[in-house]
Structure formats: structure tokens, C-alpha cells
Nanobody, 116 residues
């Protein structure tokens, strides 16, 4: 059974940094494409970053490019999202997702609030 559990979300000031984690189990994590998506207040689910299985090629939405970095630790079966230079518009619930689109399985999410 696929299981994804996100953690690390909290309240942070604009300009701050945060690292999110997603513990994955129930599938072959090292070779599986993975993504991060977020649900912001009043908006639909937005894909923000992906990483390919195997070669770990990275992809980013324009809204986060240059500020966020996706990575994985295969020994820990954990996906990460390092978020720097956070903005108020980054506020939302962040989900890890299997695959490189929004169609995959996703976890319950972790809340990130960027506010002064």
C-alpha cells in the first residue's frame, strides 16, 4: 500500500526558509518519479516541483524556480523540499505526490503559513 506522510510545515516570516519532508513507503521509492504540490487558500491544487526516479532530474514551476529545491534520500525513503526566500503567496498545504503530475497518489499534506 502506498503511504506518503508529509511533515515540517509551520508558520514562518516572509524571507524565511523551511524544509519539508515526505516519508514514503509501499512502492519502489528510488526509481519512482515524485512531485510536490500545494493547495493555497482559494486556489486549486498547484504542481510546483518534480524529480525523476533514477537520474533525479529536477523540474520546477516558474512560481518557485530559484527559491525551492527538491531532493530525495533513497536510504531513508524520504522526499524533501527546501524552500528559501518564502513569500506570503507560498502559504498553503503542501503535498507530496507520486509521479510528475497531479494525478498520482498524494499524502494528507503539511501546512505552511508565511506571514509577518
Amino acid at each position: 500500500e502506498v503511504r506518503l506522510v508529509e511533515s515540517g510545515g509551520k508558520l514562518v516570516q516572509p524571507g524565511g526558509s523551511l524544509r519539508l519532508s515526505c516519508a514514503a513507503s509501499g512502492f519502489t521509492f528510488p526509481t519512482h518519479d515524485m512531485s510536490w504540490a500545494r493547495q493555497s487558500p482559494g486556489k486549486g491544487l498547484e504542481w510546483i516541483s518534480g524529480i525523476k526516479g533514477g537520474d533525479n532530474e529536477e523540474y520546477y514551476a516558474n512560481s518557485v524556480k530559484g527559491r525551492f529545491t527538491i531532493s530525495r534520500d533513497v536510504a531513508k525513503s524520504t522526499l524533501y523540499l527546501q524552500m528559501n526566500s518564502l513569500k506570503t503567496e507560498d502559504t498553503g498545504v503542501y503535498h507530496c505526490v507520486t509521479g510528475l503530475t497531479l494525478a498520482g497518489r498524494r499524502g494528507p499534506g503539511t501546512q505552511v503559513t508565511v506571514s509577518a
